[in-house]
T-cell receptor, first 115, second 115 residues
Framework: AQTVTQSQPEMSVQEAETVTLSCTYD???????LFWYKQPPSRQMILVIR??????QNATENRFSVNFQKAAKSFSLKISDSQLGDTAMYFC????????????FGKGTRLSVIA | KAGVTQTPRYLIKTRGQQVTLSCSPI?????VSWYQQTPGQGLQFLFE???????NKGNFPGRFSGRQFSNSRSEMNVSTLELGDSALYLC??????????????FGPGTRLLVL
C-alpha cells in the first residue's frame, strides 16, 4: 500500500520569504501522480500543483514549484515570495495510474505566513 | 465552469439519526469521491463512484453508504449516527482518462456535528 509522509507538522515563514515543505512517499508503482493541496481556514481544499511521475521536469505554477526526486521518492513544495494568503494546511497526495486505489494523503503541514 | 458544490454546508444531528449529504461535481466530471476529515484522523477516504458504480471503498462501517446518479451527482448517507461521525465531509470530482482518474477538485465540504 502507498503511504505519504509529511514530517513537518507546522512551519512558519516571513512574508516575501521562501519556504519549502517536505513530502516523501512509498510505492512500488512506476506510474503515478503527485499533488499538493492547500486548505486555508475557509476549509476549501484547493489543488496547488501536480506532477506526473513519468515527467522529469519539475512542475511550476506561478510562485509554487516542486522538487520531484523519483529515486528518492521525495516531492517537496517550494513557495516563493510568501504571501499572507498562503497561510493554510498543505497536503501532499499520491495517486497511482491504475485507478484501483484512491488518492492517498499525508497528514498535512500547517504553514503560517507572518507579516 | 462552476466548481464542486456540496449541500448542506452545515448540519447538526443527534445520535441515532441518519443524514444524507449531496455533492454535485464539476460539469463533465464523472468520478466522485468522498472523504471524512477530522482533527485526529486527518483525511480518510470513504468511497469513489464512477458512472453510477462504486469503484473503491475505504475502511468505514456499513453505516456509511453512497450512490451516484446518472447525472454524476452523488449522495452519501450515514445511518445510526455516532458522536465520532462529527467531521468535515469533503466531496471531490475528477475527469477520468480511460480508467485512471486525474486531478481531484474538492467542494467546500459539509460540516456535520453529532450531539
Amino acid at each position: 500500500a502507498q503511504t505519504v509522509t509529511q514530517s513537518q507538522p507546522e512551519m512558519s515563514v516571513q512574508e516575501a520569504e521562501t519556504v519549502t515543505l517536505s513530502c516523501t512517499y512509498d510505492t512500488s508503482e512506476n506510474n503515478y501522480y503527485l499533488f499538493w493541496y492547500k486548505q486555508p481556514p475557509s476549509r476549501q481544499m484547493i489543488l496547488v500543483i501536480r506532477q506526473e511521475a513519468y515527467k522529469q521536469q519539475n512542475a511550476t505554477e506561478n510562485r509554487f514549484s516542486v522538487n520531484f526526486q523519483k529515486a528518492a521518492k521525495s516531492f517537496s513544495l517550494k513557495i516563493s515570495d510568501s504571501q499572507l494568503g498562503d497561510t493554510a494546511m498543505y497536503f501532499c497526495a499520491f495517486l497511482d495510474f491504475s485507478g484501483n486505489t484512491p488518492l492517498v494523503f499525508g497528514k498535512g503541514t500547517r504553514l503560517s505566513v507572518i507579516a | 465552469k462552476a466548481g464542486v458544490t456540496q449541500t448542506p454546508r452545515y448540519l447538526i444531528k443527534t445520535r441515532g439519526q441518519q443524514v444524507t449529504l449531496s455533492c454535485s461535481p464539476i460539469s463533465g466530471h464523472r468520478s466522485v469521491s468522498w472523504y471524512q476529515q477530522t482533527p485526529g484522523q486527518g483525511l480518510q477516504f470513504l468511497f469513489e463512484y464512477f458512472s453510477e458504480t462504486q469503484r473503491n471503498k475505504g475502511n468505514f462501517p456499513g453505516r456509511f453508504s453512497g450512490r451516484q446518479f446518472s447525472n454524476s451527482r452523488s449522495e452519501m448517507n450515514v445511518s445510526t449516527l455516532e458522536l465520532g461521525d462529527s467531521a468535515l465531509y469533503l466531496c471531490a470530482s475528477s475527469l477520468v482518462d480511460s480508467i485512471r482518474p486525474l486531478a481531484q477538485y474538492f467542494g467546500p465540504g459539509t460540516r456535520l456535528l453529532v450531539l
